[in-house]
């Protein structure tokens, strides 16, 4: 078996460093920058207990001659994810035949991969990592570096799967197999919706708590609409127990949320549309009023587009926005 991780940057890299640590055949595509600096000098993980470096093969996307024992798992941000599977496909047919492990935020990636993918397994990902520099990603998970809980998609549970989550639970992870992963997907998805307001305002802005609460607020009052099944809080954080603690490596501090590094990059594009955008999607399908996560959506990409740095706005600015859109 080996592993193919399609997006090794802050998960990706994590995933795939921890994986080649403990002996198994690993892959890993990235581009750029970061994919040359891993070529040159290998994968620096940087963990509580101390660097690692490790020298998985890195190649493109596209760029890897595909085998029968394959296991692909896509770490990339959602508005990627349609991108990477038809290249990796058109270069490689056999990748629609294999194993696909959506290790990515949003409830959006299995319906793209089960377009045109038979085996489509959804990962429930509790993983505190940050990459900002070339070649370097900070895993800031300790004792286990993250949760990564596999399930067939939509629902079940077969022997890939608890294949899979050995490996992982052998690699530095917390990873068993659950029959309804995407009620635990939607969950973290209620989490993620301030991934906008994290990228957008400062930490210490004051009314950051309110507009907060006014995303999970509407988020729930969609799910309640559409009938769909999401994990409670409290049995997220049984799950996490004392597993997953956040721990300081590098620099000693952490930087921010998957949104907030992606305008720290100044990547160009941010995974709203998937996050707050789901939520809109619902209000819109099932006549739920969403206008805090609609805002945050669209000023989130406006910074996104015009490569603003993190914290460039107050959330009192983004209260002033929600109201002036309100009849």
Not at 50 to 79: F, S
């Amino acid at each position: 078996m080996r592993f193919i991780v399609i997006g090794a940057g802050a998960v990706g890299g994590t995933i795939g460093g921890r994986l080649a640590e403990s002996g198994h055949d690993v892959v890993l595509v990235a581009r750029g920058e970061h994919a040359a600096a891993m070529r040159t000098d290998g994968l620096r993980l940087q963990t509580p207990d101390g660097d690692v470096v490790v020298r998985p093969a890195v190649t493109k996307t596209g760029g890897v001659a595909l085998r029968e024992d394959d296991v692909l798992i896509l770490a990339t941000k959602t508005q990627h994810t349609a991108q990477v599977i038809a290249e990796v496909s058109a270069a490689a047919p056999i990748a629609l035949m294999l194993p696909i492990l959506c290790a990515q935020n949003g409830v959006e990636n299995e319906r793209i991969a089960a377009r045109v993918a038979n085996r489509v397994y959804g990962v429930y990902v509790v993983l505190p990592a940050t990459h900002l520099e070339p070649g370097v990603v900070q895993s800031e998970g300790a004792p286990f570096s993250g949760i990564l809980d596999i399930g067939r998609y939509p629902t079940g549970v077969d022997d890939d799967a608890r294949q899979y989550a050995e490996a992982l639970s052998h690699s530095r992870f917390r990873s068993r197999p659950v029959e309804r992963v995407m009620s635990w997907k939607y969950a973290k998805l209620l989490q993620n919706l301030d991934n906008s307001l994290d990228a957008l305002t400062p930490p210490d802005d004051p009314d950051r708590g309110e507009l907060a609460d006014r995303l999970r607020e509407e988020g729930e009052a969609c799910f309640r609409a559409a009938g769909i099944e999401a994990v409670p809080p409290e049995q997220q954080a049984l799950r996490r127990g004392d597993d997953v603690q956040i721990r300081p490596v590098g620099t000693g501090q952490r930087s921010g949320s998957s949104s907030w590094q992606s305008l720290a990059r100044s990547a160009g594009s941010i995974e709203s549309d998937y996050l707050n955008g789901e939520i809109a999607l619902l209000g819109r399908r099932h006549g739920v009023a969403t206008p805090v996560n609609v805002v945050l959506q669209r000023l989130a990409g406006e910074a996104a587009r015009d490569r603003r740095r993190p914290g460039s706005m107050r959330a009192a600015d983004i209260i002033a926005a929600i109201s002036a859109r309100q009849p």
